[in-house]
């Protein structure tokens, strides 16, 4: 059964009814990140679709608040108007997971939904200053507020960002929200290896030159060379020293080209969203790790799981890695490799099966686990939020 | 000052004082454990002095695993426990109770590891915020978060109580740049919660604890983000006819698209203060300051610069004062950090913390002014406008009952005030015990009880920190 209600008041009740009835309960934005965590035995939908609207939009103070189901296209459109952006770039999935519909606010914030942006940035999770939602005892809890420094007593924002709906219906987000920079450039530097690549990402990174995006796509990944790309963000004149800058100290790994406009947005766009995964029959897992670690992480893969291939943003911190859909997709290898290194993998992409056979998020010690079920337990006691798409239990 | 209440001490945890401290002793080395009166004292308080509790024991571990094991000991001796760092707390988030164990982390003072391939660093809870940028600023990195008491105030501090500082309106405060913590909780399990990558599968958990003000366990690590410092820094000083108008400026700048890395405020209370003390070349014909640091390339600089000057002068500022060399820049700075130094030298005072939205400014001045007045009492402002983070001084005479109780009333008037106009009762100093019976004003029964529940997966039983944030009145168990 699917509910829509178009008012708090309204979402509190269906809640209630479904607490009631102890069913589980799947929450949908716009539908284009289901399928994300493993496999659900919902019966009943809670749909934002009647919530919609933008609440607040102060462009002065730099904040925006919006109802849960508002297109996230919307807030994108708006923020434009005034010169303004989310900061963190959020991916779109529709093109990994194959999905249709347009993407919400709400799961956004639900998703901890971010981009290539996080490395400077922030995630989602760290401009979400302010939720309201319903709990599972039919009630609207809000955290947070309007304002940057947000936090007054417990931190519940950042609890609910990334809980993918098992703590609760969101009902309305705020986020802060940043300018627009003036110019906007990538710089391509080809044909790096790995480990070349990340050593220059490090560079860059750790330079006074604020690259606001770090990715490497090597060979055969969207083109036959491998490209290595750098983006710099700013006031127009500061970027063009800053291009030659980077160029400079990054001399020895080659000249790099220098795009801008729409080129360089499809290439980020691409990134963000791993769109060179899409409509391939492939697995299709996210890992994140300390970024020096990265080459390594992907030369033991490689070792185990033939025909993987992947792609690196965040400077090296964030893999994004296709395998054969077959067995547990991998999953024994991949974390294997991760365990000396550090760091969790996700399997973004695979077949209901392997969704339900493989941990989708990356299993938690023993204390941990303990802590989250507790968590889950405190907002929703009769456990019908979206049960076990995170973890079993939880 | 007594208006704030604490908890009963536990008359059965007075009695059994002695059994405790013997199972206290069988578990750190001799000098960790602290038990005599005099010794005791320097911990009955914290920054915010006018409270004072002295606490059954005070315990220094040098290891997570002594952590663990006095927690654990507590924890089945059924025995209050309340962490504490360098004990800066404005909020008097530090301040023990007679029946509890103080557990702090000063021992524990090492940075473990700088990774500038990945960079990070991590360090033990006791390393103050100020050596973390000491022990990379030679290569050219730093710690974001700034806190005024950054010489003296601990990471796990920070950690506690989500500081925040002058630059975080670029960088953003502790709970945006700490990666990962090592925590050990109240049964004397030890977890690793986060670590060299940027996020942590499941929830949130490291969100959760950073700004938790002690109640959920003891981070005793830290991995925390090191940046690099901009190729260039200018603050500029900007003196302003009056309050109102230095306050429309900040609002201008913000909703002209323009991020100052500092957007810092004095009135003339505060200007005179610590002029008198810094010398700093603050312009003393001025009503009101703004500080104003801009930072990055050349031409990064020189294009906010350009703007921000158009936009103050359109809001009639007198002064405009640049930087000329790294010593007016140090200068500038330790004028503006050591306010609350500064102002403690003049008067007693209490140092407010409230934020609100930035169009708010002009109006939330005059009427803080206003509010302060009614009591009778003066106020110097000094605080970081570009977020919206208010911190007025309230001055009073600490040996007058009754102009302390009325500094006390002004100070939940004002941070009533700042709720009323859509901001929170704590920008950076957490709640405290000094905020902890306003909690009901920005939140509501649902609102504070779910925060309840959830700290109550931690500690079921009220034990860590268990006299702050949330009011005594309407406590639930679970």
Redesign the interface.
């Known amino acids: 059964m699917l509910h829509t209600p178009s008012t708090e008041a309204q979402a509190c009740a269906v809640v209630a009814s479904i607490v009631a009835a102890r069913v589980p309960l799947a929450i949908r934005g716009g539908g284009t990140r289901t399928g994300l965590g493993r496999p659900d035995n919902a019966v009943s939908t809670l749909s934002s679709a009647g919530l919609t609207g933008i609440t607040l939009y102060?462009?002065?103070?730099?904040?925006i608040g919006a109802r849960a189901g508002t297109p996230l296209k919307l807030i994108e459109e708006t923020l434009a108007e005034r010169?303004?952006m989310l900061p963190f770039e959020p991916m779109d999935h529709r093109a990994v997971l194959g999905t249709e519909g347009e993407p919400t606010i709400g799961a956004v914030a639900a998703g901890?939904i971010s981009g290539p942006r996080?490395?400077n940035a922030?995630?989602a999770?760290?401009s979400l200053i302010g939720v309201r939602l319903i709990?599972g005892?039919g009630?609207?809890?809000?955290?947070g507020?309007?304002?940057?420094?947000?936090?007054?007593?417990?931190?519940?924002?950042?609890?609910v960002?990334?809980?993918f709906g098992t703590?609760g219906f969101l009902t309305e987000v705020t986020f802060r929200v940043?300018?627009?920079p003036e110019r906007v450039v990538t710089l391509i530097w080809e044909g790096l290896s790995d480990e070349a690549a990340v050593t220059l990402l490090?560079a860059a990174?750790?330079?006074?030159?604020?690259p606001m995006a770090a990715a490497h796509l090597p060979g055969g990944i969207g083109a036959d060379e491998a490209r290595t790309l750098l983006r710099l963000e700013?006031?127009t004149?500061?970027v063009?020293?800053?291009a030659a800058e980077l160029a400079r100290l990054l001399k020895r790994h080659g000249r790099p080209e220098l795009v801008e406009g729409r080129a360089s947005e499809t290439l980020w766009r691409e990134v963000r969203d791993a769109a060179v995964f899409a409509g391939t029959q492939e697995a299709v897992w996210r890992l994140?790790?300390?970024?020096?670690?990265g080459p390594r992480a992907t030369a033991a893969i490689a070792r185990a799981v033939p025909g993987a291939r992947w792609f690196y943003d965040?400077g090296g911190?964030?893999i994004w890695l296709a395998v054969p859909a077959e067995g547990d997709a991998g999953a024994a290898a991949i974390r294997a490799a991760l365990k000396p290194l550090?760091?969790?993998a996700?399997l973004v992409r695979a077949p209901d099966a392997v969704r339900a056979s493989v941990p989708v998020?990356?299993p938690?010690?023993e204390?941990?686990m303990r802590?989250?079920a507790?968590?889950k337990?405190?907002?929703d006691p009769a456990g019908v939020f979206e049960p076990g798409r995170?973890?079993a239990g939880? | 000052m007594s208006a704030i209440a604490f908890p009963a001490p536990d008359a059965g945890i007075l009695a059994r004082r002695d059994a405790i401290l013997a199972g206290l002793s069988a578990l750190v080395a001799p000098d960790a454990l602290i038990t005599s009166e005099d010794e005791r004292r320097p911990y009955e308080t914290d920054a915010l002095t006018a409270y004072r509790r002295m606490p059954l024991a005070v315990v220094l571990p040098s290891t997570t695993q002594e952590v663990a094991a006095v927690l654990r000991y507590c924890a089945e001796a059924g025995v209050p426990v309340v962490p504490r760092g360098a004990g800066t707390s404005l909020a008097g988030g530090a301040i023990p109770q007679e029946d509890a164990v103080v557990i702090g982390v000063s021992k524990m003072n090492r940075i473990l590891e700088i990774?500038?391939?990945?960079?990070?660093a991590r360090v033990q809870a006791g390393v103050t915020n100020l050596a973390v940028t000491g022990a990379v600023s030679a290569d050219?990195?730093f710690y974001a978060p700034d806190p005024s008491s950054q010489l003296a105030c601990s990471i796990g501090g920070n950690i506690g109580m989500?500081s925040?500082g002058a630059h975080?309106l670029k960088y953003?405060?502790t709970?945006?740049n700490v990666l990962g913590v090592t925590l050990v909780?109240l049964d004397g399990?030890i977890?690793?919660?986060g670590?060299?990558?940027?996020?942590?599968?499941?929830?949130?958990?490291?969100?959760?604890i950073?700004?938790?003000e002690g109640?959920l366990g003891i981070v005793t690590e830290a991995t925390v983000r090191i940046l690099?410092?901009?190729?260039g820094a200018r603050p500029v000083l900007f003196g302003f006819p009056t309050s109102v108008e230095a306050g429309a400026a900040v609002?201008?700048i913000?909703?002209a698209?323009?991020?100052p890395v500092a957007m810092e405020f004095m009135d003339k209370p505060a200007i005179e203060i610590c002029e008198a003390f810094a010398h700093a070349g603050y312009p003393m014909d001025c009503g009101a300051l703004l500080i104003i640091e801009v930072e990055?390339?050349?031409?990064?600089m020189?294009?906010?610069l350009a703007r921000i000057v158009a936009i103050a002068r359109e809001h009639g500022v007198g002064t405009v004062k640049e930087s000329r060399s790294a010593m007016e820049t140090a200068a500038i700075w330790k004028g503006r950090k050591s306010a609350f130094g500064a102002t403690g030298r003049i008067a007693d005072y209490i140092c407010m913390d409230g934020?609100?939205?930035?169009?708010q400014l002009p109006f939330v001045l005059e009427r803080m002014d206003e509010i302060v007045k009614g009591y009778g009492l003066r106020v110097a402002n000094v605080f970081h406008a570009g977020?919206?983070?208010l911190h007025p001084l309230i001055l009073y005479n600490c040996n007058d009952p009754d102009e302390a109780q009325k500094a006390e009333q002004a100070g939940n008037d004002i941070l009533k005030l700042c709720v009323e106009v859509?901001?929170?009762?704590?920008?950076?100093h957490g709640?405290g015990i000094e905020?902890r019976d306003l909690?009901t004003v920005?939140?509501n029964e649902?609102?504070?009880?779910?925060?309840m529940?959830?700290?109550?997966?931690?500690d079921p039983r009220w034990l860590l920190n268990p006299a702050k944030?949330?009011p005594l009145e309407g406590r639930i168990a679970?």
């Open positions: 102060e462009p002065a103070e730099m904040v010169g303004q901890n996080r490395i922030g995630a999770r760290d709990n005892r009630e609207l809890v809000k955290s507020g309007r304002v940057m420094k947000n936090v007054t007593g417990l931190d519940l924002v950042k609890l960002a990334g809980s703590l940043l300018p627009r490090s990174l750790g330079s006074p030159f604020e700013n006031f004149a500061s063009g020293y800053r994140s790790l300390a970024p020096s670690h965040w911190g964030l550090g760091g969790h996700t998020f990356e938690l010690a204390p941990l802590v989250s507790g968590i337990k405190s907002f995170m973890y939880v | 990774d500038y391939a990945n960079r990070i050219g990195f989500n925040g975080c953003g405060v709970t945006n909780m399990s977890v690793d919660i670590g060299g990558h940027l996020d942590a599968p499941g929830y949130d958990l490291l969100g959760l950073v700004g938790s109640q690099r410092q901009a190729e609002a201008a913000i909703g698209g323009i991020i990055g390339s050349e031409a990064e020189d294009a906010q934020t609100i939205p930035t169009g977020d919206g983070n859509g901001g929170c009762l704590t920008g950076e709640v905020k909690m920005q939140f649902a609102d504070l009880h779910q925060q529940r959830v700290r109550a997966v931690f944030v949330f679970a």
